[in-house]
């Protein structure tokens, strides 16, 4: 396996759906999501000399299977690195290890850990194990929290849920939004959790009609279970962080509220930073210069207002505050695989099947 090769299947998935920015390098690779959710299982198992990857989703299913030898090569290569979403990690077998701010946390067989954005983290090599990674967009995740606080018992000890809300729903604001802040649910009793997820990989390994809606609930129940504190024991912790980790989340975060449509002098004056070094610490983390980097979020929006707007090209353009058209077709079409009015197309003939 070449440094350049994926570690990740990635057959059939575009890069709208899960993209791996700054890939291979020994500083921090950037993962991020364009779905409301991706689940990633991954199987170790040295005896039959087989490890697998499998991506779900809704409209996704992809697997992989390679020699064990592929998994201790692919981990020689692989760094530490953050999401743009919410990351649960369920152990259905063996143990696993992250280091999480380069401090050691061993999850076993039964435990869930949940990470926010923030943490950055590295699996250590392991022997064999079975594991399920849930990645859930922010906005998902708060959709999920709403309807399971909706059906809470007032009757029962959900006191758990208080301190997943409280991450979930105030991550965004100023005072919290760089808290590098990660929970470990140990089981108390049997928790049901296998049995729910072994549905949720079926329903979208089959994708058979309404399995989307089924796959919404199923989700719902995953986060019911974790909240219950008849299940889970609840184990909160909030990691260290440098100031170069925190001025990128900074940067990120004018340029997400702004639509990557900002100059580097703006950021500069808002930040206190010289335009050289902000551009130096972006490249670190993402392996791209600020103006690249910035040109995601401007995509990212546009792809949004294609798919949930009735605007036309032209209007997003002008919208975004873009003056030209062609470096934006191209860039689109570069990002995306599609054109603008392609991507338009296709999402709103998706929209029709729902």
């Not at 758990?160 to 919290?176: C, D, P, R």
């Not at 089959?206 to 989307?212: D, E």
């Amino acid at each position: 396996m070449s440094q350049n090769e994926s570690i990740y299947p990635k057959r059939g998935l575009s890069q709208q759906t899960f993209q791996i920015l700054n890939e291979g390098s020994s500083f921090t690779e950037l993962f991020t999501l364009g779905v409301p959710y991706l689940i990633l299982r991954e199987t170790c198992n040295p005896g039959q000399n087989l490890w697998t990857l499998s991506l779900s989703g809704p409209d996704i299913c992809v697997q992989d299977s390679n020699p064990y030898e592929n998994y201790r090569q692919m981990h020689d290569l692989k760094a530490p690195h953050q999401h743009s979403y919410y990351e649960f990690a369920y152990i259905i077998q063996g143990t696993t290890t992250q280091n999480i701010e380069k401090k050691p946390y061993a999850i076993s067989e039964g435990e869930c850990l949940l990470m926010n954005q923030n943490v950055r983290h590295q699996e250590e090599l392991e022997e064999s194990y079975d594991v399920v990674f849930l990645m859930i967009a922010e906005s998902y995740l708060k959709e999920l929290f709403s309807l399971v606080c909706h059906y809470m018992p007032k009757d029962s000890d959900f006191s758990s849920i208080e301190s997943l809300h409280h991450m979930v729903f105030n991550g965004q604001k100023a005072h919290y939004y760089y808290k590098k802040e990660f929970f470990i649910f140990k089981p108390v009793t049997d928790s049901k959790m296998a049995d729910v997820l072994s549905q949720l990989l079926q329903e979208l390994s089959l994708q058979t009609p309404g399995y989307k809606q089924v796959a919404h609930g199923l989700l719902c129940r995953m986060l019911y279970l974790l909240a219950d504190t008849r299940r889970f024991h609840l184990e909160h912790h909030v990691a260290d962080g440098k100031n170069d980790d925190l001025l990128f989340r900074k940067i990120s975060q004018l340029l997400k509220e702004n639509h990557g449509n900002i100059s580097r002098s703006f950021i500069s004056d808002k930040l206190s930073y010289n335009e050289d070094y902000l551009n130096s610490i972006v490249k670190r983390h993402t392996g791209m210069s600020l103006k690249k980097y910035a040109q995601i979020f401007c995509l990212e929006e546009a792809a949004r207002l294609l798919s949930n707007s009735n605007m036309s090209v032209t209007d997003i353009i002008h919208e975004l505050g873009l003056s030209n058209r062609t470096y934006f077709y191209r860039a689109f079409t570069r990002h995306y695989g599609l054109t603008p009015k392609e991507y338009q197309m296709l999402h709103k003939k998706e929209e029709g099947k729902e």
